[in-house]
């Protein structure tokens, strides 16, 4: 599927699904809705009123269902009925799953994508993950023909007039945001080093009209940078801290998206086995999620300033690699004890979060990364962890995360009691906790907060995506949809107005229980 462009408009038109392979998509209840005249041009002449009546009447989703209408041409598919207060509305991780399996084989392929509006944001975005862009299979670099999959929404419920044009083209923004994140993500160290890693953000750069600020080497050490310096010291190409700057005119506050860019984590001389390292190119999923999430914000109307801070490097071995027992002074003028080289995300973000409070003067700091892999086990594979010092912003991230798809639930914030596991007899703290059995991803968030302090007034948010930021063996673009939709408020766009959950009186929590009470079925 890695040649496959995807296409949202208003209106498929119609074809025979011979010729143009058809999957139709929602919630059974959703998929009764659908009169017979709006899917009669893409099914017949090959399937008739009776056999599409006959087919919604044997979908039976435990938790999902399909039946084919036409060989392999044409399939319906149901999403689950019920979701648990947990889950998503839109039950994007199953929107994905059965795109992936149900979807027919075809050079020219439709998706009839059948949900509420509110749900449509977040079903576009899973349908994107079900088409990821990277590939080095022989077979697909001798194929030339470039294949299409037009995706057309049709709205149930509430609020359910056409897709207006704006709401396609935010669709299309975030769903390249999506895509462009799981290639980063998917392609492997030996092309996406750090140099590469530059090359992908100065594109966005330029198609944005942005010049980044880029400081690497030698230039880190000099001006204090310990932590991406030390990490990255010992790799071929060396680390960097990258800027993209957004700032227009009328800002009332400023934002600053902090994403972890570890192109390759070996674990350094505190080195990871042969089991564990496969799969440490994913260790760039914060970066890339902030790349791809800034991308689509500045191009859907970003009304505040915003500064997307990348922190690159590669965690290798080599004659200049750190020690464990070596001691770091990092940007925030606070020295650091290292025993553990594979703890090293934090050092990095550690500096890009004092960057952005120190020079960028941010109100909001966001640091997203894959940072633990008790990230797993304490939210496990679908949800992200988010720790902060607000409440308010806490509530607001797992808000955000159901009406994008992107899940994410909350992590104990108490830095008075595990903020000692970082006790050193000779720094002001060591990189990694004395006690593993001691809430390890939170107290991995509370090292990077301590380097902008704990009573600093601004927002800080962290957000741990390890596990969810990979399906299997495939990157999901996880976290590209929950920066849109956490930050919708600030966004020119109604519909990131509409998935965001800050800054509307809708969104008081008795609105909140009575609009989901009406929207989902809780198990």
Not at 38 to 52: A, F, I, S, Y
Not at 111 to 140: K, Y
Request: a neutral charge; glycine letters at 8%; one cysteine or more.
């Amino acid at each position: 599927m890695a040649n496959v462009g995807l296409q949202f408009q208003a209106s498929a038109g119609d074809a025979d699904p011979q010729s143009r392979p058809l999957l139709l998509l929602g919630q059974l209840h959703h998929l009764h809705r659908v009169p017979w005249s709006h899917v009669r041009g893409k099914l017949q002449p090959r399937v008739t009123e009776e056999l599409w009546q006959a087919a919604l009447s044997t979908l039976n989703p435990n938790p999902t269902d399909s039946c084919p209408l036409y060989l392999n041409y044409a399939t319906v598919a149901a999403l689950p009925s019920r979701v648990s207060r947990h889950n998503s509305p839109s039950a994007a991780h199953f929107v994905t799953r059965l795109v992936r399996t149900c979807l027919p084989p075809g050079t020219h392929r439709c998706i009839l994508m059948v949900c509420e509006r509110s749900d449509a944001f977040a079903s576009a975005c899973a349908l994107a993950r079900a088409f990821p862009l990277f590939t080095h299979r022989s077979g697909a670099s001798r194929r030339t023909e470039k294949k299409t999959v037009t995706v057309e929404f049709f709205l149930v419920g509430q609020d359910n007039g056409p897709v207006e044009v704006s709401t396609l083209q935010c669709l299309t923004n975030a769903t390249e945001g999506v895509r462009l994140a799981a290639r980063i993500v998917d392609t492997p160290c030996n092309e996406m080093n750090t140099d590469t890693f530059l090359e992908e953000i100065k594109k966005v750069g330029k198609d944005l009209g942005i010049t980044p600020t880029i400081i690497r080497d030698e230039e880190l050490k000099t001006r204090g940078f310990g932590g991406i310096y030390g990490v990255g010291k010992a790799a071929v190409h060396p680390p960097a801290l990258a800027v993209l700057s957004h700032t227009p005119e009328g800002a009332t506050q400023t934002i600053a998206w902090v994403g972890k860019g570890i192109v390759y984590d070996t674990g350094g001389l505190s080195i990871k086995g042969k089991t564990t390292m496969p799969g440490m190119k994913r260790d760039c999923g914060g970066a890339a999620a902030v790349l791809g999430a800034f991308r689509a914000a500045i191009k859907q109307g970003f009304k505040d300033n915003l500064h997307a801070v990348f922190c690159l490097a590669e965690n290798s071995v080599g004659p200049n690699a750190t020690r464990p027992d070596d001691i770091h002074l990092l940007y925030s003028g606070k020295t650091v004890e290292i025993n553990n080289t594979d703890a090293e995300g934090r050092l990095v973000l550690a500096d890009g979060v004092s960057y952005a409070c120190k020079d960028l003067g941010a109100d909001i700091i966001l640091d997203i990364a894959t940072l633990t892999g008790a990230q797993g086990i304490a939210t496990g594979k679908y949800h992200a962890a988010v720790l902060t010092n607000s409440a308010e912003w806490e509530a607001a991230c797992v808000k955000a995360g159901t009406r994008c798809g992107d899940l994410v639930h909350p992590l104990v914030y108490c830095p008075e009691l595990h903020f000692s596991e970082f006790t050193s007899a000779v720094a002001d703290m060591k990189n990694s906790v004395a006690d593993r059995d001691n809430s390890p991803s939170s107290c991995a968030g509370l090292f990077i907060a301590s380097h902008i302090g704990f009573d600093w007034p601004g927002v800080w948010v962290h957000l741990d995506i390890a596990a969810p930021v990979h399906a299997g063996e495939r990157a999901t673009g996880f976290g590209v949809a929950l920066l849109l939709a956490l930050f919708g408020r600030a966004s020119e766009d109604p519909l990131l107005n509409l998935v965001s959950p800050l800054g509307c009186e809708a969104d008081a929590p008795e609105a909140d229980a009575e609009r989901d009470s009406k929207r989902r079925r809780l198990v």
